[in-house]
């Protein structure tokens, strides 16, 4: 048995999601990203004396509909408090957040890997507001603060400790991801930090039931860093236990070039930060009919979509699951089956031509230059037979380049299927007898040269002839 073998690892994730508002959490500056420095500030943000707080309605909106989406109990009464420390991104010296009192409580997030259906329980979504950032100089060795990011609107997305492996924490992110997304309450960007993960990493003896000491691994910016971290965490845990050392409550680190965590600092309690209920806010109050609002306004989520896809379109879970990886992806398809209905087909060019092509380009589906009506009607022409798969795929392209309908290619470059049977049989005489050693190779046994044969016609006809057809005529005339 190996070490991992004869423990049990324990994994809960903190993420921290922005908000998508227009203006900050408790102050009229913008919330908007990649501003020059510090111009997104105000009395509010900087914590300038007697300036108060007012928290913005729209926030909260977004936070119910969150919560909503992930199974919570909505609390009808929530409260603010202050959470002090000393940094210099911290204008104001704590940071407002919810503690004892948080808006949403006990929700659960569903998950597939590996075909198996999988909960994380949630302990609690909270509100609170962003730090700055600060700007380490490279060249000048001077550090900066910009404080665009003060007062941002976030939600804290506390789990429990229910995962086990570290791929579990991933998928498990990547749906958060996707509710976040498809909810439009947070653009999920890891890459631009709208959307930060901390993992909570322990293990334990297999059969103990007491949990192991926790370290925090902070700021965690991918997919694959958060299972990466939590790896090596593993890893760095047991060989500490089974050399006889201790374990650490610690915060660390997670070095992407090495791929290993160090230690940042000891790990805080809920103590030092000195947390009070903030005499400046008043407790948050949200009654059925705000609530109920909401509740009407939600999306069709992503197991909801994932479900009716597999159920009604009768696709396959891993298509299922490229076509409802974004909510867009998911009203492309749809708007192309409803043009015209032939969902596997239609998801086949989609998941293959038009991503293909897409990534190449660096587009979003968003920007597709081919409409979703004429990908649909691509695939009626060939379904029609009007024109062949392979000259689909040069018709394609000119769509591709030109955003012409499918129609409107085909005339122009006169690719229609060539479908009359005299005029096929015609072809197909004029091709034996210009081959009559291919042929009497054919007659003597030589089965291979059908496929000659059918590659002859092809050229003659520019790839426009019906291949069914064509295979059709061959037989008879060669039989």
């Not at 060539?418 to 015609?426: N, Y």
Request: net charge negative; hydrophobic share 35%; with cysteine.
């Amino acid at each position: 048995m190996s070490q991992e073998q004869k423990f049990e690892t324990v994994i809960g994730l903190e993420v921290h999601a922005q908000l998508l508002t227009d203006s900050k959490i408790f102050a009229v500056s913008g919330a908007t990203s990649g501003k020059t420095p510090n111009s997104l500030t105000d009395s509010v943000t900087l914590g300038l004396p007697g300036c108060l707080p007012v928290l913005n309605r729209r926030v909260v909106d977004f936070a119910i509909k969150l919560g909503l989406a992930t199974n919570c109990s909505i609390q009808k009464m929530s409260t603010f408090s202050r959470k002090h420390y000393f940094y210099p991104d911290l204008p104001k010296g704590y940071q407002i957040s919810q503690y004892d009192l948080p808006l949403c409580k006990d929700g659960f997030v569903e998950y597939r890997l590996n075909g198996e259906l999988k909960r994380v329980n949630l302990t609690r979504i909270h509100l609170e507001e962003d730090a700055g950032k600060n700007i380490h100089g490279e060249s000048d060795g001077i550090s900066y603060v910009d404080l665009n990011r003060a007062g941002v609107p976030l939600v804290e997305i506390v789990s429990e400790p229910d995962m086990r492996r570290p791929e579990e924490a991933g998928a498990y992110l990547k749906q958060l991801k996707q509710i976040l997304r498809y909810t439009e309450v947070c653009d999920a960007n890891m890459e631009d930090g709208s959307l930060r993960c901390d993992a909570n990493v322990s293990v334990r003896p297999i059969g103990q039931t007491e949990l192991g000491v926790k370290v925090e691994i902070k700021n965690l910016n991918s997919f694959k860093f958060v299972e990466r971290a939590i790896q090596h965490e593993v890893e760095r845990q047991i060989a500490v236990i089974e050399s006889g050392g201790t374990i650490l409550q610690e915060t660390r680190l997670f070095d992407e070039q090495k791929g290993t965590t160090r230690s940042m600092r000891s790990k805080e309690e809920a103590a030092d930060y000195k947390y009070f209920p903030d005499p400046d806010l008043p407790p948050l109050i949200v009654d059925s009919e705000w609530i109920g609002k909401i509740k009407d306004s939600l999306p069709e989520l992503p197991n909801e979509i994932y479900n009716r896809f597999i159920n009604y379109y009768k696709l396959d879970a891993y298509t299922v699951e490229i076509l409802t990886l974004e909510s867009f992806i998911a009203r492309f398809f749809e708007q192309a089956v409803a043009a015209h209905n032939n969902p596997q087909a239609v998801s086949n060019w989609i998941t293959s031509e038009l991503f293909g092509r897409l990534n190449k380009e660096g587009l979003s589906i968003m920007d597709s230059p081919v409409s979703p009506e004429n990908l649909a009607s691509l695939v009626r022409m060939i379904d029609e037979e009007l024109i062949s798969g392979k000259i689909a795929k040069t018709v394609f392209d000119e769509m591709f380049e030109s955003g012409s309908s499918p129609e409107s290619v085909v005339e122009k470059k006169g690719l229609k299927q060539l479908s009359d049977p005299d005029i096929l049989d015609k072809v197909i005489s004029q091709i034996l007898e210009k081959n009559p050693k291919q042929l009497e190779e054919y007659r003597s046994g030589k089965d291979k040269m059908f496929g000659f044969f059918v590659g002859q016609v092809m050229k003659e006809t520019e790839g426009r002839a019906n291949p069914v057809m064509v295979n059709d005529i061959l037989k008879a005339k060669l039989a």
